[in-house]
């Protein structure tokens, strides 16, 4: 999960959540994100490029 703020239309203060799911290889067409902003504006879908990779060790904050 990453969290953070950001600006909405470089006026407004939002907070964002960004969920990403790594399902193993290949990515494409099988990893999963999702993003969901204070302003209520939400997506999700599955990654049809590129592949998520989660690598042992790394701290999972």
Do not use: C, W
Request: no cysteine.
């Amino acid at each position: 999960m990453i969290q953070g703020t950001g600006l909405l239309n470089k006026t407004t203060r939002v907070h964002f959540t960004v969920t990403l799911q790594d399902n193993g290889e290949p990515g494409k067409n099988t990893d999963t994100f999702a993003i969901s902003f204070s302003s209520g504006y939400s997506n999700d879908g599955i990654l049809t490029e590129g592949n998520i990779q989660v690598k042992q060790g790394e701290p999972d904050e």
